[in-house]
């Protein structure tokens, strides 16, 4: 991974030290040296528009609310292949915990899964990724 910036000359180099930094960083995650991920699939989001994020299980919490994981990951599913990806999305667990808790009063909680005995919330996906509205298409 690369990082591009213009330099003073007008000419394009490479900021090769803030790229390698990254570059190691996702190289650690996958490798095991920057702890632990938590993946999760929906396959509902093109319908719903929506990521169901579990938080509890037969009365007591799972998912996101339990997690001891350092990262938590989302792929959003293929609609016409569920066992391929259209996004994965990678949060600091500590940190979509707090982005959640700043809109938990707003979000839709349902039942679901096995024997809908899931507690999720429903976050819209312009939510789930909190970006200015232009940037992201639909």
Request: proline fraction near 7%.
């Given at each position: 991974m690369s990082v591009w910036v213009q330099s003073e000359h007008g000419d394009w180099d490479i900021a090769l030290?803030?790229?390698?930094?990254?570059?190691?960083?996702?190289?650690?995650?996958?490798e095991g040296d920057d702890g632990?991920?938590?993946?999760?699939?929906?396959?509902?989001?093109?319908?719903t528009g929506n990521v169901a994020v579990e938080y509890r299980f037969r009365g007591k919490p799972s998912g996101l609310s339990s997690t001891k994981a350092k990262w938590w990951c989302v792929v959003l599913?293929?609609?016409?292949?569920?066992?391929q990806s259209d996004m994965?999305?990678?949060w600091e667990t500590k940190k979509l915990k707090k982005h959640l808790r700043v809109m938990m009063h707003r979000l839709r909680k349902v039942s679901g899964g096995?024997?809908?005995?899931?507690?999720?919330?429903?976050?819209?996906?312009?939510?789930?990724?909190?970006?200015?509205?232009?940037?992201?298409v639909g």
């Open positions: 030290e803030l790229g390698v930094h990254h570059e190691k960083r996702v190289r650690a995650l996958f632990t991920i938590e993946v999760k699939a929906d396959q509902m989001w093109h319908t599913t293929n609609k016409d292949d569920p066992k994965i999305i990678l096995y024997r809908q005995a899931s507690r999720l919330l429903l976050v819209p996906l312009r939510e789930f990724i909190p970006l200015p509205r232009e940037t992201l």
